[in-house]
């Protein structure tokens, strides 16, 4: 049983770009979290999903940041006209469909950095 | 807002010595989760306690809860030098919430 994956593993942007994050998760695992994490600091939560609908998105940006987790295929994080300040580690999880007292299993991260 | 807040952030031993670290949170949790982060690596879950259980054991590592002080506090036995690694905990909080609250975690560094 594969864990949760990420890809890409590393990201370069220029300002401006886009940048666009995947996370497949865990077989069976319908809730997927995505969290950021800058240099020397604790992992903040972003988004949660579940299939097709955003379930929280208090920890999102309210521009240029969008996720989604579609009916088939894996999670996207969308970073519309990145900024210096994008530049961070992106953490996905996952957890079965048995809420909130479950644990969450988290993949190896997408680290990106905004030249 | 931060939640968790981990002692010491950082801790340096010996290896076979006892590592132990507290995190004290601020409101009402469902569970509380301890994490370990290896330097550019993902999240490894380590154990998960829930708010109605006291004490939990995995191998050489011990959890404790104490939510009339909202505490917790992580014991690792006989440390090895690969259990040096960023150690957080996390806090699911209640009220419906699936999100995890992290601390900023602690450095621990076992020296052979």
């Known amino acids: 049983n594969a864990g949760v994956m990420q890809n890409p593993r590393h990201l370069v942007r220029r300002r401006g770009q886009e940048a666009r994050l995947r996370c497949s998760p865990m077989?069976?695992?319908?809730?997927v979290y995505w969290y950021r994490q800058l240099p020397e600091e604790g992992l903040k939560f972003m988004v949660y999903?579940?299939?097709?609908?955003?379930?929280?998105e208090s920890g999102m940006p309210k521009e240029r940041f969008s996720a989604e987790f579609p009916k088939e295929g894996p999670s996207i994080l969308r970073i519309q006209q990145v900024v210096r300040g994008d530049s961070a580690a992106y953490f996905c999880?996952?957890?079965?469909?048995?809420?909130?007292?479950?644990?969450?299993?988290f993949g190896p991260g997408t680290r990106l950095l905004v030249l | 807002s931060q939640q968790g807040e981990e002692d010491p952030q950082a801790l340096s031993i010996q290896e076979g010595e006892n590592a132990t670290m507290n995190c004290s949170y601020k409101?009402?949790?469902?569970?509380l989760q301890w994490y370990r982060q290896n330097s550019g690596r993902g999240l490894v879950h380590l154990i998960l306690i829930r708010s109605n259980e006291r004490e939990k054991h995995s191998g050489r590592l011990r959890v404790t809860l104490d939510t009339s002080k909202k505490s917790s506090s992580l014991l690792i036995t006989a440390s090895r030098a690969a259990d040096t690694a960023s150690y957080f905990c996390?806090?699911?909080?209640?009220?419906?919430?699936?999100?995890?609250?992290f601390g900023k975690g602690m450095k621990l560094t076992v020296n052979p």
């Open positions: 996390a806090t699911g909080p209640q009220g419906g919430s699936e999100k995890l609250v």
């Open positions: 409101t009402s949790i469902n569970n």
């Open positions: 077989k069976g695992h319908s809730h």
């Open positions: 999903l579940q299939k097709e609908n955003i379930i929280d």
């Open positions: 999880a996952s957890s079965p469909p048995r809420g909130h007292q479950e644990t969450q299993y």
